[in-house]
Nanobody, 126 residues
Framework: QVRLVESGGGLVQAGGSLRLSCTAS??????????TGWFRRAPGKEHEFVAS????????YYTDSGKGRFTASRENDKNTVYLQMDALKPEDTAVYYC?????????????????WGQGTQVTVSS
């Protein structure tokens, strides 16, 4: 079973930065085209897709929520992807999740992924 472990959340003041990590372990078949998506979930809300990165090409995609402030990257030899978050705002406060799956699938849909991390809390104070 593939396992995703996240780290890097915390409390930061508005305007600050955090870098989240998501490391995959287990039987990862790299003959497939894997993609990691980053989601967040604020209290009382649904999972919101914010960014994704393809393991093979490093190709990234961002929604308006993160565009210009969030940067996804990866280190394939470590099976790790990162989400660098800069210029954080109080409205970025949420539990952030990484999820992984083999393309093609609807990357905006949390339930369409095959594996999910445990989530890490990001709190941005004003």
């Amino acid at each position: 079973q593939v396992r995703l472990v996240e780290s890097g959340g915390g409390l930061v003041q508005a305007g600050g930065s955090l870098r989240l990590s998501c490391t995959a372990s287990g039987p990862i078949d790299k003959n497939y085209d894997w993609l990691t998506g980053w989601f967040r979930r604020a209290p009382g809300k649904e999972h919101e897709f914010v960014a994704s990165i393809k393991w093979s090409t490093g190709g990234t995609y961002y929604t308006d929520s993160g565009k210009g402030r969030f940067t996804a990257s990866r280190e394939n030899d470590k099976n790790t992807v990162y989400l660098q978050m800069d210029a954080l705002k109080p409205e970025d406060t949420a539990v952030y999740y990484c999820a992984a799956g083999r393309t093609p699938f609807n990357i905006h849909q949390y339930a369409e992924y095959e594996y999910w991390g445990q989530g890490t809390q990001v709190t941005v104070s004003s």
